[in-house]
């Protein structure tokens, strides 16, 4: 797979350095927050505006869609066009799907604004539709020619999506330990300012994963999994933002480290000790922990409908040895049922 080449800006670029025949797909509510947007896009005439989020990802309107922006292409040349995309993770995944098969695939070029597609979902070349209200079941790998991390985009969202962002940056340094993990745990408060510090690191080190794995093949990029379990249970469960639910998710997954002896006690006691896992840990994560056996049943078909699990009742876990080495294991989903009734007998216990 063809690395993308990354770009650190301040403000949103050129746009005759983005191609010679642009499209621009971009999220609707960028121009509305943002007359330097509003003023940007202007200079691009082929623009295709879209409303963010999960249904944009679905398959039944995909039709819908794919028909207009033919036509808003049609007299634009294969070889020139260069697919811009300016959105979150959803258009991310939309506008990638749609650059990987319009005329049979054109040039892409990734324009994060949320803090999850800077550091995550714009790199590695996933693009993902869902069926039938079940998520990322068809895609191709499209890596982007280029992506284009804009400091005043990205700092243009609300405060808390700092927070939300927080999730997977500290899923990736902790999956790269080094000078990455070491500086992060340093910070005691994650703002958007320490968000971009690390941006360029935290993205160096998904690519190293990936460039082991690039299509999923031989299982490396599942590390990338890590928080993502018990997360995304969290996230369906309760509604929750999907990095909010990352967070909780890899202090379930550190705990559960310690408790099959994969992380030394030292070890866990030195990674809780950090300044920024005060940052993490927020008290109503033990409240999200819920035993009620209605409960547990429905987190147990949200386990399973995990794209991940292997086998019919197995899943892929990934577990923290330290700071820089994940083990992957196969669990059954009751192991896990089982961890969070003792995870919150824990909590209960004081
Ligand atoms: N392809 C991958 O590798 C990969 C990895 C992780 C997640 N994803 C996908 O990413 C999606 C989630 O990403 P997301 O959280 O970025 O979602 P999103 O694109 O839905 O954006 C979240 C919200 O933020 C708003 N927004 C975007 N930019 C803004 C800005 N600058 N200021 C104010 N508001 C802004 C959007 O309108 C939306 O309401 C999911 O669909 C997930 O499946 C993909
Ligand atoms: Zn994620």
């Not at 962002?165 to 500290?170: S, T, V």
């Not at 093949?217 to 018990?230: A, P, S, V, W, Y």
């Not at 559960?256 to 030394?264: C, P």
Request: proline residues 4%; glycine residues 8%; hydrophobic residues 40%.
């Amino acid at each position: 797979m063809k690395a993308s080449l990354i770009r650190y800006t301040q403000n949103l670029p050129d746009v005759k350095e983005l191609g010679s025949e642009l499209l621009l797909i971009h999220d609707d509510v960028l121009p509305r927050k943002s007359t330097t947007f509003k003023k940007w896009m202007k200079q691009i005439p082929l623009r295709y505006p879209v409303k963010a989020g999960e249904q944009l990802k679905d398959v039944s309107y995909f039709p819908k869609h794919i028909s207009k922006i033919t036509a808003l292409c049609e007299n634009a040349s294969t070889k020139k066009l260069t697919v811009v995309v300016v959105g979150g993770g959803s258009v991310g995944d939309f506008g990638g799907f749609v650059a990987s098969i319009l005329k049979r695939g054109v040039r892409l070029v990734h324009i994060p604004s949320t803090w999850l597609a800077a550091i995550d979902s714009a790199h590695g070349g996933k693009t993902a539709l869902n069926v039938g209200g079940a998520k990322n079941q068809i895609g191709t790998f499209y890596p982007a020619a280029e992506v284009c991390m804009v400091k005043s985009l990205l700092l243009s969202q609300p405060a808390p999506r700092a927070f939300e962002g927080f999730g997977e940056l500290l899923k990736i340094a902790l999956i790269e330990g080094g000078t990455l993990w070491s500086q992060l745990s340093k910070e005691f408060e994650v703002n958007e300012e320490v968000l971009w510090k690390y941006l360029a690191a935290a993205v160096k080190a998904k690519y190293k994963v990936v460039q082991k794995d690039p299509h999923e093949k031989k299982g490396h990029r599942h590390i990338l999994n890590l928080g993502h379990t018990m997360g995304h249970v969290l996230e369906s469960y309760y509604q929750l933002p999907h990095g909010i639910s990352i967070n909780y998710g890899v202090d379930f997954a550190l705990r559960w480290s310690l408790e099959k002896k994969i992380m030394k006690e030292s070890d866990y006691e030195e990674i809780i000790r950090k300044p920024v896992m005060a940052y993490l840990l927020s008290p109503s994560r033990d409240e999200l922990l819920v035993t009620k056996s209605q409960a547990l049943k429905e987190f147990r078909r949200l386990l399973l409908s995990d794209k991940k699990k292997t086998d019919s009742e197995v899943l892929r876990f990934i577990f923290v040895k330290k700071p820089g080495q994940t083990v992957v294991q196969e669990v059954h989903v009751d192991d896990i049922l089982i961890e969070i009734c003792r995870q919150k007998e824990e909590e209960l216990n004081g």
